[in-house]
């Protein structure tokens, strides 16, 4: 009988399935924001598509910078510690860019960009050691695999999930925020009697002004509603992070850790001595 491609059997190393689960939720936020940033800079706050991709620059400046830290870190501090501390952090930047506006610029996004970036690394970086520091030299190829495969199903189910959320949350949004388009809300007949004056102001007969006031403000509620619909994608990935917190509590301690090296590095000289 052929051996099976993908050795499902590794994953009884709880360290390796919980690192795994933990990394397919890390990679539903890491491409999910990529995804999402640039696409809500460019549709509603009209970023070329350049200047889109730069908006992710801070993210990956700090997650650059704080890999070598955190690497030296594993080694001080426990590993659940450190990925507490990553899940911290990105709930923090995740709570912070849902809470968007229309008005808001590149120097309201860096900030919350640059916090993400600093978290990815405790979470990335002590998942991927604790994940395989235990694992036979000879599976280790094969426990990899399956760490990786992880991360790359949670970007395809990251991408597929923000466009679906943004989808119909637009729809919800937009379905409440009609009920404002009446003559009994006086913000609304407010701001169509001042567009209505303005366009007329403008050159435009009365009827062609209301009715050009009327698709203005119905631009601005669509907007709105993409507006709220990103901000809910954002809600909801903070709490997926804040939902993977209890998974810490099957990670072994830095003492378990210690003596499952040792133990390791028994059995591979030993069977390197064999050979």
């Known amino acids: 009988i052929p051996e099976p491609i993908v050795n499902f059997h590794l994953l009884r190393n709880v360290p390796l399935s919980v690192g795994s689960l933990m990394g397919l939720i890390f990679g539903i936020g890491l491409f999910g924001t990529t995804f999402v940033l640039p696409q809500f800079t460019q549709e509603l706050l009209g970023y ?6 730069l908006v992710l620059f801070p993210r990956a400046l700090t997650l ?33 860019l849902s809470h ?26 002590t998942l991927t050691t604790v994940s395989l520091a235990t694992i036979p030299r000879e599976h280790m190829t094969e426990a990899s695999s399956l ?35 009446s003559i ?6 407010r701001r ?14 009365a009827y062609q002004a209301a009715h050009a006031a009327m698709g203005i403000l119905a631009r601005e509620m669509g907007q709105q509603a993409t507006m709220l619909a990103y901000n809910d994608v954002s809600k909801i990935m903070g709490w997926m992070f804040v939902a993977a917190a ?17 133990a390791k590095r028994e059995r591979d000289g030993a069977g390197g001595g064999g050979h």
């Open 48 to 53: 070329s598509a350049y200047d889109a991709g």
């Open 64 to 96: 650059f910078l704080f890999m070598p830290v955190v690497g030296w870190l594993y080694k001080h501090v426990d590993a659940r510690i450190t990925v507490a501390f990553g899940l911290g952090m990105l709930y923090w930047s995740f709570q912070g």
């Open 100 to 125: 968007l506006t229309l008005g808001i610029d590149f120097r309201h996004l860096a900030p919350m960009l640059l916090i993400m970036g600093a978290g990815m690394p405790f979470m990335f970086v």
């Open 147 to 181: 760490y990786t495969l992880s991360r790359r199903i949670g970007g395809n189910i990251g991408y597929a999930l923000v466009a679906t959320i943004v989808a119909n949350r637009m729809q919800y949004h937009r379905s409440h925020l009609v009920d404002t388009f």
């Open 184 to 189: 009994y809300n006086s913000l609304f007949e």
């Open 192 to 205: 169509l009697d001042m567009l209505t004056g303005g366009l007329e102001r403008a050159g435009m007969g």
């Open 246 to 262: 209890p998974l810490l509590i099957v990670l072994p301690s830095q003492r378990m850790m210690r003596g499952a090296l040792a």
